[in-house]
Nanobody
Framework: QVQLVESGGGLVQAGGSLRLSCAAS????????MGWYRQAPGKQRELVAIITSGGSTDYADSVKGRFTISNNAKNTVSVSLQMNSLKPEDTAVYYC????????WGQGTQVTVSS
């Protein structure tokens, strides 16, 4: 049974930084893609950033230049999201995502940015 375990959410003031981390537990050797989605109250879940096993990345326009996604150079079963210059509109539950044959989701971690 593969599970994605997230950590690093919390409360921060606007302009601050947070780092989210996600690691897979269970028997999995690699994912094709890992990333982060977020869902704010009353809104649909949206893509924040993804990274492929080859290191290619893609970001939502709203976070480009502020967020950086990375994975562990020694394996492709963990991913981090460095979030800088946070804005109140970044407030949401952030979900780790991974794909290999099927999709996997973490349980979500709350990020709250106060103005």
């Amino acid at each position: 049974q593969v599970q994605l375990v997230e950590s690093g959410g919390g409360l921060v003031q606007a302009g601050g930084s947070l780092r989210l981390s996600c690691a897979a537990s269970g028997t999995i050797f690699s994912f094709n893609v890992m990333g982060w989605y977020r869902q704010a109250p009353g809104k649909q879940r949206e893509l924040v950033a993804i990274i492929t096993s080859g290191g290619s990345t893609d970001y939502a326009d709203s976070v480009k230049g502020r967020f950086t996604i990375s994975n562990n150079a020694k394996n492709t079963v963990s991913v981090s999201l460095q979030m800088n210059s946070l804005k109140p509109e970044d407030t949401a539950v952030y979900y780790c995502y991974a794909a290999f044959v099927r999709q996997y989701w973490g349980q979500g971690t709350q990020v709250t940015v106060s103005s």
